[in-house]
């Protein structure tokens, strides 16, 4: 129980890093003169860099493990906290990010393959949506508590302060964690590369992807960047008025995810679930796009709404691990975690570059609004569309992995006696 609560512990960091844009974007925005199209790019920084560093840790967490990789990477993070917190130009806080993200990429990864390790794969869906639901907390930090510090402290001493908690999860992580370092062959770093690649090669994935890629981004694109200068533009909200709504968000989101994994453990449908959640989200997306300017507390509830049935992460990677032989799970992992994150980072930015030629166009702030819910609902409903050609279930057993295979020899298991030759009656050294 203490290895999960470290987890959550440093998964609630990464949550507040991912979401923190969202709430003090018009504080960084006047601050370091950053436009719309800016703070698109500077949160989808984040996303990039998450996604990329993906391959390095597939690649650390298949040989050192959990408690290693989460408890190294975690403190470039302590680092790109310094860094944006200091930060005079957008050049520096471009490069914040940038360490935050590398630093944060193998905290839920590492705590899927942790999970995958130690308990059942029946349990897997229950236990990872219960850190998640208890790592919301970081979430929830990054909406009034981190608004109510901002205007007290101002934003860069608040984010000095979660530079402190950042070293304290890293510290934890690596005194505190049981060493979970895999027994397995081991691989060099090209067999491990054309492993991760070879990944793309399952067929059952395809369809898939399309919902890593899409899901997720929906929701953080709301959630981490765009609800605070929605709730700002369009309804005049201050600051702690913001954070009080996104604080309701991201309740639900916590909520709903605990809900989501009860409910794949009782239904045993991780499939239908997905497509069920999915649905339920594009209705108060649908109903954004057709009243943008309907008053903040609308806002509130159709946010409520997407945080409570929006984030099937971990019912989407539950359902893939069927697909995935055992000595696959980490590089596996990393790729559809990458997946997740380049689609976040695609539609941010797409958002960004979407709103600033929205403003230049002199459309009303509703208006501009509408076009992104429009955005999100064709790109989640497109998804979901693709999804339902998925396979419910696969066989766990792809790829082959031939480095495994070379290290058996022929014909012969460490459970299988070697072969003897039977004598023919008569024969043998007495004749």
């Not at 934890?172 to 370092?181: E, I, Q, S, T, V």
């Not at 649905?279 to 709404?305: C, R």
Request: proline share 5%; net charge positive; aromatic share 12%.
């Amino acid at each position: 129980m203490r290895d999960l609560l470290i987890l959550c512990f440093a998964y609630a960091i990464s949550l507040f890093y991912r979401g923190m844009i969202s709430v003090i974007a018009p504080e960084i925005s006047a601050d370091l003169a950053i436009g719309e199209s800016g703070l698109g790019l500077l949160s989808s920084t984040f996303f990039v860099s998450f996604a990329i560093a993906q391959i390095p840790t597939g690649l650390a967490l298949d040989r050192l493990g959990t408690r290693l990789s989460i408890g190294l990477f975690m403190w470039l993070a302590v680092a790109g906290t310094a860094l944006f917190s200091m930060a005079e130009s957008p050049s520096l806080a471009f490069a914040g990010q940038v360490l935050i993200g590398v630093g944060c990429a193998p905290i839920f990864t590492g705590t899927m393959l942790f999970i995958g390790r130690h308990y059942s794969s029946e349990r897997f869906a229950y236990f990872t949506a219960l850190v998640i639901a208890i790592g919301s907390t970081g979430d929830l930090l990054g909406t009034t508590p981190l608004a109510m510090m901002t205007e007290w402290l101002g934003w860069r001493t608040a984010l000095l302060l979660i530079m402190g908690l950042s070293a304290l999860s890293a510290s934890a992580c690596l005194w505190g964690l049981k060493p979970d370092r895999p027994d397995s062959v081991n691989y060099s770093l090209t067999v491990m590369l054309r492993g991760m690649a070879r990944v793309t090669t399952i067929r059952g994935l395809w369809p898939i992807i399309p919902m890593f890629l899409a899901s997720y981004a929906v929701l953080i694109t709301i959630r981490g960047l765009w609800s605070g200068p929605y709730l700002a533009e369009v309804f005049g909200l201050d600051t702690g008025e913001r954070g009080n709504i996104i604080l309701a968000m991201s309740i639900a989101l916590g909520a709903g995810t605990f809900m989501l994994g009860a409910l794949d453990r009782w239904l045993q449908n991780t499939r239908r679930l997905v497509i069920v959640t999915s649905i339920l989200t594009l209705v108060p997306l649908s109903l954004l796009v057709a009243f943008p300017a309907e008053g903040p507390y609308f806002a509130m509830w159709a946010f409520v709404a997407v945080g409570l049935f929006g984030f099937n992460y971990p019912l989407l990677m539950s359902h893939c691990r069927s697909f995935l032989a055992p000595a696959y799970h980490g590089r596996g992992m990393a790729f559809l975690t990458a997946m997740s994150f380049v689609g976040v980072a695609l539609i941010q930015s797409f958002s960004g570059w979407m709103m600033t030629l929205a403003d230049e166009m002199q459309m009303a702030p509703s208006e501009q609004y509408r076009l992104l819910f429009i955005l999100l609902t064709g790109a989640l409903g497109l998804a979901t569309l693709v999804y339902c050609f998925s396979d419910r279930q696969g066989n766990g057993n792809e790829p082959v992995d031939k480095a495994r295979l070379k290290a058996i020899p022929p014909y012969r298991t460490a459970a299988t006696p070697p072969i003897t030759r039977a004598r023919r009656p008569g024969s043998g050294p007495g004749r």
